[in-house]
């Protein structure tokens, strides 16, 4: 069963798809969405959150992880793939490795069951609000050039040589940061709000990994490394070697 529940608003705040199968997760999130301002669609398992996604213009996705037909975890890789929408996984599953093969997958944020309604509102504010700030940054910024790298963000697109890199969009958002200010220290605190946003509520731990999967993108096939860690400090983006790994 598709159901779509929207605000009294002629215009809402944006469309958000939650793929979730169980009744009361599903009431009391499109309550609370749906009193702030947003749009709801809800897809009560994998295949029908897959295919809703694939063709219609939603803002954001809600995604569970343990869904019938197809699981979470598949229908963010495939709709990641296509679409750049911020995705947020809300689950019972909150083991360290659960939470790499979710961020992994493409997912932007991961919220643990039971969650407070307050606490997921600001965590889909916040994933809004960065993606508009991305977005007109990258409206200024129709092709960005460094070494062998070239970044869309409009087309979110990044190639390296004639290899196509394939990024989700956390990573791209990374990627646009450092080509924006190439040779240029960078601190995690600067990094992790640019990408995440003020209220994002991200850690250091959680940059460094999506740096790690950058890396591995960025250095497949032989390629050089180019983003260098400043021990204490943050990053660069720097094509000549030096003594940082």
């Given at each position: 069963m598709d159901m779509i529940?929207?605000?009294?608003?002629?215009?809402?705040?944006g469309r958000i798809l939650i793929v979730e199968d169980d009744p009361m997760t599903v009431t009391l999130l499109t309550h609370v969405l749906t009193e702030a301002g947003y749009a709801v669609t809800v897809a009560e398992d994998g295949?029908?959150?897959?295919?809703?996604?694939?063709?219609?213009?939603?803002?954001?996705?809600i995604l569970d992880w343990m869904l019938p037909s197809m699981e979470g975890v598949d229908v963010c890789k495939r709709l990641r793939a296509d679409k750049d929408l911020p995705i947020i996984f809300l689950t019972a599953r909150d083991a360290v490795v659960d939470r790499v093969t979710g961020l992994r997958s493409g997912a932007d944020d991961y919220v643990i069951k039971p969650v407070a309604p307050e606490e997921l509102l600001a965590r889909v504010e916040a994933q809004l609000r960065r993606q508009d700030v991305q977005h007109r940054a990258h409206a200024q910024a129709p092709e960005l050039r460094y070494a062998d790298l070239v970044l869309w963000p409009l087309q979110h697109r990044a190639m390296r040589g004639d290899r196509d890199l394939a990024l989700t969009k956390t990573e791209q958002g990374l990627l646009s940061q450092f080509m924006h200010k190439p040779e240029e220290v960078l601190t995690k605190a600067a990094l992790t709000q640019a990408v995440w946003g003020p209220a994002g509520e991200a850690t250091s731990n959680l940059l460094d990994s999506y740096v790690r999967f950058l890396r591995k993108k960025l250095e497949t096939n032989g390629g050089s490394r180019l983003i260098r860690t400043v021990h204490s400090v943050g990053y660069v983006l720097q094509s000549q070697p030096d003594s940082s790994p």
């Open positions: 529940a929207k605000t009294p608003q002629a215009v809402t705040l295949q029908q959150g897959l295919s809703l996604g694939l063709s219609e213009p939603f803002d954001m996705l």
